[in-house]
């Protein structure tokens, strides 16, 4: 089995997840993108309803056509980001901002994609025979920890975490962590709460693919110092169930309890 397909499995395990974790596809062919066994919707869809679907399981890829957000389109390369969008006027519009000049420096510093995109194929992780370009990881606040934590036993202190509310799957979770190759976190925003229907405490984290071993690696690594006895042995009865165990899981030590006497089941 390829290491693509144990570092997804392992992914599940180490984290408790209610969603597939999703893995996004840039393809700027045509044919490439015809290859792909997913769905392409007859009307326009907005992109993180895409994601959030992929999460229940769903396999979708949108093109310029039938993507139905503006703010998605533009992040992703559909569509040029025009004048009023780099002046700050087209999010004054909105009531997001207080002051042009703070309008016009967010939209200056969003990173999003100057060159066009053909399409973008939106899966959960393991439909995927090909390495994605993007992992998404949807979780409450103490699963995203156990992200934070394996992420930085093995790429170090990250001090660029970007976040501001707004284009929060476009943006946040999708193009700032490819362009600039290193994990986000996001609290999501108004918009695709209310399109997408995310659990209030719900939150997105996305990172290149190429970080994605990296980041299981991390998650294993750090079980003994963080997990209690119960959930290492949930780990370690799965791992051995999936016969991917391959790991020194002790017992009754925390890195912040010294005597963890929490019963094993």
């Given at each position: 089995?390829?290491?693509?397909?144990?570092n997804?499995?392992?992914?599940?395990?180490?984290?408790?997840l209610d969603?597939r974790?999703?893995?996004i596809?840039f393809?700027?062919?045509k044919?490439?993108?015809d290859?792909?066994d997913a769905?392409e919707?007859?009307?326009p869809?907005?992109?993180?309803?895409a994601?959030?679907?992929?999460?229940a399981g769903?396999?979708?890829?949108?093109?310029?056509?039938?993507?139905?957000?503006?703010g998605?389109s533009?992040?992703l390369?559909?569509?040029?980001?025009?004048?009023d969008?780099?002046?700050?006027?087209a999010?004054?519009?909105l009531g997001?901002?207080k002051?042009l000049?703070t309008?016009?420096q967010?939209a200056?510093?969003?990173?999003i994609f100057?060159?066009?995109l053909?399409g973008?194929?939106?899966m959960?992780?393991?439909a995927?025979?090909?390495e994605?370009d993007?992992?998404?990881?949807?979780?409450?606040t103490?699963?995203?920890?156990?992200?934070?934590?394996?992420?930085?036993?093995i790429?170090g202190y990250n001090?660029?975490?970007?976040?501001?509310?707004n284009q929060?799957?476009?943006?946040?979770?999708?193009?700032y962590?490819?362009?600039?190759?290193?994990?986000?976190?996001s609290m999501?925003?108004?918009?695709?709460?209310?399109?997408a229907?995310?659990?209030?405490?719900?939150?997105?984290m996305?990172l290149?693919y190429?970080?994605?071993g990296?980041?299981?690696?991390?998650?294993?690594?750090?079980v003994?110092a963080?997990e209690?006895n119960s959930?290492?042995?949930?780990?370690?009865?799965?791992l051995?169930e999936?016969?991917?165990f391959d790991?020194?899981i002790r017992?009754g030590?925390t890195?912040f309890?010294?005597?963890d006497?929490?019963p094993?089941?």
């Amino acid at each position: 089995m390829s290491d693509h397909l144990n570092n997804i499995k392992k992914a599940y395990i180490l984290l408790q997840l209610d969603r597939r974790i999703v893995g996004i596809k840039f393809v700027h062919d045509k044919e490439v993108f015809d290859s792909f066994d997913a769905t392409e919707p007859v009307r326009p869809m907005f992109y993180c309803q895409a994601v959030h679907a992929a999460g229940a399981g769903n396999r979708i890829k949108l093109t310029k056509a039938t993507s139905g957000c503006h703010g998605s389109s533009r992040a992703l390369g559909f569509e040029p980001a025009n004048a009023d969008y780099y002046s700050g006027q087209a999010s004054m519009v909105l009531g997001l901002y207080k002051k042009l000049e703070t309008s016009k420096q967010v939209a200056q510093q969003i990173d999003i994609f100057r060159t066009p995109l053909y399409g973008v194929v939106i899966m959960p992780i393991e439909a995927f025979d090909t390495e994605p370009d993007i992992v998404m990881i949807f979780s409450n606040t103490r699963e995203a920890m156990r992200v934070l934590q394996g992420y930085t036993s093995i790429y170090g202190y990250n001090n660029h975490y970007y976040m501001c509310g707004n284009q929060a799957i476009c943006v946040e979770a999708t193009t700032y962590p490819y362009i600039n190759q290193r994990l986000n976190l996001s609290m999501l925003c108004a918009g695709t709460r209310f399109r997408a229907g995310w659990k209030d405490d719900e939150v997105a984290m996305g990172l290149p693919y190429s970080q994605f071993g990296g980041l299981v690696e991390g998650l294993q690594h750090t079980v003994n110092a963080i997990e209690r006895n119960s959930r290492k042995y949930q780990i370690e009865t799965q791992l051995k169930e999936e016969g991917l165990f391959d790991m020194d899981i002790r017992y009754g030590k925390t890195y912040f309890l010294a005597d963890d006497r929490s019963p094993k089941e």
